[in-house]
């Protein structure tokens, strides 16, 4: 029997769901009942997925025209797979990339599989070279871009183990098997670029037709093999608004203390993409609902428990609203660096810091908030220091009118500037009010600093 224990659920999470990602089960139970999928608002930011599906997915086939026009923006992919197949060995474009080309969307990267071994595809290229330990693969690097080459992976040998974590990953086997070895269904499918044709051993295009995340196999087993994937599946529906089904939803309540034995870095990655294509806000709605944030950061599910206990409303509205406008900055394309995701991811952590600031120096509230995440999640010390850089901003930008303090010309000169000014911009967004005013002074204050410069070079006020 399945243990099956509820999370302790924050309750102040009450919003009403606004897209089906935020709503998994009910959404999940449509989808199996043969409705066609329903389309919510498409994700801020998953832009490059807007529109219905082509109807070429129903054939499983990508529409050629549509598929050689986005491969168009990679010919180096093309000259690879190309490369590879003369050599005699089989190579399909796999993963992301063929998922959002039948989305009709523009991949962010092109990954590639092939019959040949890491170093049979080493030997066709000069510039690459063999990566990883758990799993092997060849990096083929171009002036602008690094392809990822990937072996055929077979099946995983039957275990009664207890521990399904998966340590060691190199033994090579057929396309089938391989496509069986991959996370999700809609992440299962390869592209035969010589064919024009879409191979889908895995169910995929059912899924992406009905927009659903289902793990390849039991959930329960696959999440518990690799808990990182747990997070994939909250970014993948979050980003491409997606319904989790069922079983994949109830196996994250399951199993979402694994994430703890999950390495650091590759956790501290999946945060950060979670947070950096428009879905920031769906996927910590998600975290929250299947009680994963009290695993994967207890110290955020510390505040909003406290949030949720003593009914404070307002704080969870400021987080939320702060989560959208970032939504819609990326979605706009402001550029994201770590240290804003954190500081978004994190600002429950900050709330007393935002609201009253420290009297001079760092505050302890920064010190004590960050510093056993950092240590936990081994972010990088640059980051960190940005983040705390961005809140002890803070208060300088929000004050009475008239006591308006100016950064110093070397201070804005600073390179942490330009992210603070970011974060104290989406919190005037998502406060309103007098901080939006602040935020429109400053905005002219900057701007008018900058003409000054730019009219007398040299003449420094500070
Ligand atoms: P993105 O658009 O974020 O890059 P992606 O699906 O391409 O999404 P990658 O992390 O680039 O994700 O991985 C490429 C492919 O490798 C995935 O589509 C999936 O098929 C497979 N994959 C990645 N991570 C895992 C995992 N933890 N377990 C099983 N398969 C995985
Ligand atoms: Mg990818």
Redesign the pocket.
Known sequence: MRSFRRPRLIQADVKPAARPSAAPRAQAKEGRRGRSPVRGDVVAGAAAHRGDLPSAVDRGVIDTAVADGTLSLCPEATRVIDRITRSGFTAYL????V??LLLGGR???F?IVTSATPRQVKRLFRNSRIIGRRFRLVHVTFPDKVLEVSTFRSALEPTDAKDLLIHQDNTFGTPAEDAF???FTV??LFYDLAEHRVIDFVGGLRDLNRRTIETIGDPWVRFRE?P??ML?AI?FASRLNFMLADDVYEALIDCRTELRKAAPPRLLEEIL?LMNLGGARDAARLLIRTGMMEDLCPEVHEVLDAWARRGDRGAWDAWWNLLAAFDAAVTAGEPVSNARLFSVFFAPLFEREIEEGPPRGMSLDIEDGLSPIAARLRMARKDTYRVRQMFHAQKRFASKPGTRRRFSPSMTARDWFEDAWFLFRLRAEAEGGALRDDATWWAEALESDEMERRDHPGRDDA
């Open positions: 796999c993963g992301g990339c998922r959002d991949p962010k990267d990954d070895r991959r996370d992440n299962g690799d990182v994937r994939r970014k993409r």
